[in-house]
Nanobody
Framework: QVQLVESGGGLVQAGGSLRLSCAAT????????MGWYRQQPGKQRELVAT???????NYADSVKGRFTISRDSAKRTVYLQMNSLKPVDTAVYYC??????????WGQGTQVTVSS
């Protein structure tokens, strides 16, 4: 089973930037969707952004224009560049991979904290 290893979380001031990385420990079926989700205390996990193996992207309205998802298939890694961060972006961020619409793995989560 593929495992996802995340890195890049931390504490940043409002208006700052962070880049999250998520590396798969083994090859994934070429037709897949990788994405980032986040979960705030007491709330359900929500979609942040996804990217297909072909490079098509999808973003939550709340992060459009601020966050950019990208991937390096050769490195089996997906990235989330987060700019103009706001305190409401504070959450645990999880990496995810789906094949044919089915989740095959979640990362362990990385904390992002944005101070005002």
């Amino acid at each position: 089973q593929v495992q996802l290893v995340e890195s890049g979380g931390g504490l940043v001031q409002a208006g700052g930037s962070l880049r999250l990385s998520c590396a798969a420990t083994r090859s994934i079926l070429s037709s897949n969707v990788m994405g980032w989700y986040r979960q705030q205390p007491g709330k359900q996990r929500e979609l942040v952004a996804t990217i297909t193996s072909g490079g098509s992207t999808n973003y939550a309205d709340s992060v459009k224009g601020r966050f950019t998802i990208s991937r390096d298939s050769a490195k089996r890694t997906v990235y989330l560049q987060m700019n103009s961060l706001k305190p409401v972006d504070t959450a645990v961020y999880y990496c995810n991979v789906q094949i044919f619409g089915v989740t095959v793995s979640w990362g362990q989560g990385t904390q992002v904290t944005v101070s005002s």
